[in-house]
């Protein structure tokens, strides 16, 4: 780690009001697959952390939503938590906190911007949450979680972006033709770390919108975002 990052991460650390016991964990956090590739390295990318992370993340979001809306039922706890855990939420977050600046990519990845550096700061994000579990446990994540995305459900309910495409298409479609729609991932192209995921989604039998992302869950977007799209243009002729 160059004198250079290491600032870096103290910088994120006052800023995200955490502070690690093992900084090797903090460093494979925010150390991309392309930096490695490039640089030759012998370290770790990740991607494991990532996994781990969503987990976490998902975990505590369920649990306080579960018990923080004790009325609402299944279909809006899983809308609510699509909106914190999605990548525009996640990414934006991880942008606010000050891990843009904390990235370790390849010369290529740091060109990207808009979507693409969202995506890649999500999993970050998500990274970072799996390292603070590993060096300091499930309530220090915790703790974590709740103060930079929990705390972004009241914007999040007051503008009624929790609604996202997939829960708009899926009201449109059981009021329309009494049917919950389904997803299908079709096809997965490019390596494992810059996946494309191609998805459908049915309505009974019949393809009612395709839809491309990073992800399958963002796939999923895409195809209902498309297939309100559809609906919206068929019900104009």
């Known amino acids: 780690m160059t004198k250079d990052h290491t600032k870096k991460f103290v910088t994120f650390e006052k800023k995200a009001g955490v502070s690690f016991t093992d900084r090797t964990l903090l460093q494979t956090a925010f150390t991309h697959r392309s930096y490695l590739n490039e640089s030759k390295s012998t370290g770790e990318h990740n991607e494991r952390l990532e996994f781990l992370g969503d987990a976490v993340i998902e975990l505590v979001v369920t649990d ?48 990207d911007t808009g979507k693409a550096r969202m995506t890649i700061l999500a999993n970050t994000f998500e990274a970072v949450v799996g390292a603070l579990y590993l060096d300091q446990g499930y309530e220090v994540a915790e703790t974590f979680i ?61 393809v009612a919108g395709e839809g491309t992302g990073k992800s399958k869950q963002e796939g999923e977007q895409s195809a209902a975002e498309n297939a309100l799209k559809e609906a919206r243009r068929g019900a104009k002729k």
């Open 146 to 206: 709740v103060k930079h995305v929990l705390s972004q459900l009241k914007t999040i309910l007051d503008l009624g972006t929790w609604k996202d495409a997939k829960s708009k298409f899926q009201e449109f479609s059981q009021a329309t033709y009494g049917v919950t729609p389904r997803y299908e991932t079709v096809n997965a192209e490019g390596p494992d770390h810059d996946k494309n995921f191609i998805v459908h989604v049915f309505v009974d039998d019949t």
């Open 64 to 111: 306080h939503l579960y018990r923080d809306f004790p009325d609402s039922h299944e279909g809006d706890l899983t809308a609510y938590r699509a909106a914190l855990v999605n990548a525009v939420t996640l990414g934006g977050v991880a942008e606010t906190i000050g891990m843009n600046e904390c990235l370790l990519l390849s010369r290529g990845e740091s060109k």
